[in-house]
């Protein structure tokens, strides 16, 4: 049956139900059926956008609906929902939601796929929706959930939230109802953000949990306020679902919410989200509504689409198939660097050209710096925001995500990135797909993406919602055919107007003012990054690259950007990690041997980084500042053997030649330049008091035996001659003196002790 067919003016999306669709059986109805079906066709040419509502399970579109003879059109008249406030009155979603939504965050109008899925999600069936992200459809599957929580058949309980509680009684503090699962911590977070905005003033308690964050502090928080909506990535909640010890149950979940279903998959998810919905009640036995959302809608969506949906689910597309791409739509350059050495002066030459385009134009520059590595994202934030002070992009906000920052970093990093006006931000893959940081003007990619599809998706996150956008894409000459050849069809410019894209930075060269400025600031960013960070980076690229055919070209380009970009010696590789790399037989790596029994185990050590040939110490480029100077030091004259330096106090040193004890003069310690002679040494036991006080002989014939000493506490001593025991006088503890029985002292202290 076809279901509705909501049809959106080039003013204003707007949700209809259109028309509602029954069986017919008699034939003799079959011209009637012909006539309205071609009315139907008709009406959708008049629109821009024509979005389907398929209730089979199904994959149909909407005219292979509406071309079935079993299906009749009955017109129906129905106003129209395209205000927060609407579904209250209505009595569709609960009033409590609304007021937050509308009066505290000024909520009014719904977005396409907000209009369009709400009411249908409220019934309880099953949905698939395919939906851009940045859509809106954060809020249109929250809003049905939340109703649905807060009417439930059985009402969840308020739990008051506790300052302690002991673990083991804690399995009945979390009745959790709704389950959301998100691809990534980031995406997550953002749910769980809004999630709690909403719920304001209800009973409902919301947590989080995604990987990298402490898991026992996490339960800890579910345990002391309750849990009843939990947010998570598939492999944090399977880890929760299958620990007994964490009181975290499926078993009262009637809600199932799969957001971003396609990166899921293609971050190979599937099997966790499998044995996810294995460990919650089966729905012939508990009935679950689950909603799946997603980009696309490919095969593999499809199959797990049919494991986890209601036969009678019911599909709604928001992607119009006449709607242009962003991918088609924007802008995209392709800049191509003569080596990796000019790949950050060409960053920043760019940086600075694109701020200024905008700023002309009355807009701010806000970017997204998609890095091949991690390891290439943790350098190039580094060298970027330790940039020589002042310098051309101070104005600019940078920021940094990916997988070496922590949860909370990379939460307050993502928080500061979305509220700020401009900035930078260096990125691994992790925010690809799902979030959504709204202003965003360009997109730029280093290195030849991996797909053509991660190429789409980074790109994706400009030019949002119909916004103006821009992508870039750099590559040096070794990536360049590789990239074109992957890109094929895409509507990438050679963009050949930096300066710094093809410098050769091993030559003088009569450079611009601008340029000199640029390298001169960039030297300050590498020395501050450091070569433990480049030798990682180093060693990323390689196995980034390692089915790269130029692998020779691409090892002589690291060299150069060592050696003439950071100005650090050629990391070393062992020949071990090249082999398995498959670089074994490529000339330019540095397979030096250290001093340690041979050949020199490889410095990949995960954060440590590679080191590289180690020359002699006096001999090494300097990590911090600029060439390191050899311990011949000519800068400080001619250095005198080590015994006749001058002191390091500002006294002369005097000669280690101590003729007297194996060919060198040994001298008295008091025989030191302007010292004041100590006269004869006297023995050691005979020498005066280091305090002031005479020293007294090692031959203490004055000192009494051990036994007979006076105390050492102000006390008379008695003597260890405890006759009756071993030729010792055993006295009782209070026989000591004038010392009382225990119980009959003083009090040590003047005060209680609580």
């Known amino acids: 049956m076809f279901g509705r067919a909501v049809l959106r003016s080039q003013s204003l999306a707007v949700a209809r139900r259109f028309t509602s669709l029954t069986t017919v059986r008699n034939t003799q109805q079959s011209l009637k059926l012909t006539s309205q079906v071609s009315a139907a066709k008709s009406s959708f040419t008049k629109f821009q956008s024509i979005r389907s509502f ?31 406030k609407q579904l209250k009155e209505r009595g569709l979603i609960d009033g ?27 019934t309880g069936r099953d949905l698939l929706v395919q939906a851009k992200t940045g859509t809106g459809k954060t809020i249109a599957f929250l809003l049905p959930v939340l109703h649905r929580m807060l009417n439930a058949e059985q009402p969840i309980k308020a739990v008051p939230r506790l300052r302690y509680i002991n673990p083991r009684e804690a399995a009945g503090r979390c009745d959790i109802r709704t389950i959301i699962i998100s691809p990534t911590r980031e995406l997550a977070s953002q749910i769980y953000a809004d999630a709690i905005k909403l719920t304001r003033g209800t009973d409902i ?109 019911k599909f709604c597309s928001l992607v119009d198939p006449n709607e242009e791409p962003t991918h088609a739509r924007i802008p995209q350059h392709l800049i191509k660097i003569s080596s990796y050495e000019n790949l950050f002066p060409t960053l920043y030459e760019l940086f600075l050209k694109e701020m200024r385009e905008d700023e002309a134009a009355g807009k701010q ?30 104005k ?14 990379r939460t307050r990093a993502a928080n500061a990135f979305k509220a700020a006006k401009n900035g930078v931000l260096f990125s691994s893959d992790v925010v690809a797909r799902g979030m959504d ?63 710094a894209a093809a410098l050769d930075l091993s030559k003088e060269a009569d450079l611009n003012k601008e340029t000199v400025e640029i390298l001169q600031s960039l030297v300050h960013g590498y020395q501050a990054a450091g070569p433990q960070l480049f030798n990682r980076m180093y060693m990323a690229l390689l196995g980034y690259h390692s089915d790269i055919q130029q692998k020779e070209k691409l090892v002589e380009q690291l060299n150069r950007w060592a050696q003439y970009g950071a100005g650090f010696e050629i990391p070393f590789i062992s020949k071990d990690l090249a082999s398995k790399v498959g670089y074994s037989r490529v000339r330019g790596l540095n397979f030096s041997s250290g001093g340690f029994d041979g050949e020199r185990k490889s410095f990949d050590r995960g954060d440590r980084g590679d080191r590289g040939e ?81 020293r007294k002989s090692f031959d203490r014939g004055d000192r009494k035996p051990y036994g007979e000493r006076s105390g050492g506490f102000g006390g008379e001593r008695r003597s260890f001659d405890r006759s009756g025991s071993g030729g010792f006088e055993k006295r009782s503890f209070g026989d000591r003196g004038d010392r009382k029985p225990y119980g009959e002292r003083s009090e040590r202290f003047s005060r209680d002790r609580d």
């Open 437 to 499: 940081f709204p202003g965003v003007t360009h997109v730029i990619q280093v290195g030849r993406p991996r797909t053509r599809e991660t190429y789409i998706h980074r790109l994706g996150r400009t030019g949002r919602a119909g916004a103006e956008g821009e992508g870039f894409l750099v590559v040096t000459d070794t990536e360049h055919d590789v990239a074109r050849q992957n890109l094929k069809g895409l509507p990438l410019q050679p963009h050949n107007s930096l300066e």
């Open 396 to 409: 600019v906000n940078m920021f940094e995500i990916h997988s070496e920052l922590s949860q909370a970093q």
């Open 205 to 313: 308690k919301v947590h989080v949990a995604v990987g990298g964050t402490r898991k026992r502090e996490g339960l800890m928080q579910m345990w002391l306020e309750g849990c009843n909506m939990l947010i998570a990535t598939p492999g944090r909640l399977h880890d929760l679902l299958t620990d007994p010890e964490s009181g975290i149950r499926g078993d009262n979940v009637d809600t199932l919410v799969l957001d971003e279903a396609d990166t899921l998959l293609d971050m190979g998810f599937s099997q966790d989200v499998e044995r996810i919905i294995k460990l919650l009640p089966n729905r012939q036995v508990k009935d679950r509504q689950t909603l799946l959302f997603s980009a696309t809608v490919p095969n593999r969506v499809m199959s797990i689409v049919k494991t986890t949906l209601k036969p009678t689910y």
């Open 614 to 694: 180690r020359k002699p110490f006096g001999e090494r480029s300097g990590g911090f500042g600029g060439e390191r100077r050899s311990f011949d030091r000519g800068d400080r004259g001619d250095r005198k053997p080590f015994g006749e330096r001058s002191g390091g106090f500002g006294g002369e040193r005097r000669s280690f030649d101590r003729s007297g004890s194996g060919g060198f003069e040994r001298k008295s310690f008091g025989d030191r330049g302007d010292r004041p002679d100590r006269g004869e040494r006297k023995p050691y036991g005979e020498r005066s008091g280091g305090f002031g006080g005479e």
């Open 96 to 122: 409590r939601i609304i007021d937050v939504l509308t009066d505290k965050y000024n909520f009014d109008t719904m977005t396409d796929v907000q209009a369009r899925t709400v009411e249908e999600s409220v």
């Open 365 to 394: 520059f806000k970017a997204i710096v998609f890095m091949p590595t991690v390891k290439v994202t943790v350098f190039a934030a580094k060298t970027f925001t330790s940039l020589a002070k002042p310098h051309a992009l101070d």
């Open 54 to 84: 398929s209730a089979t399970s199904q994959w149909r579109s909407a005219e292979e609906a509406l071309a079935e003879d079993a299906l009749i059109i009955e017109e129906e008249s129905v106003d129209e929902l395209t205000r927060f």
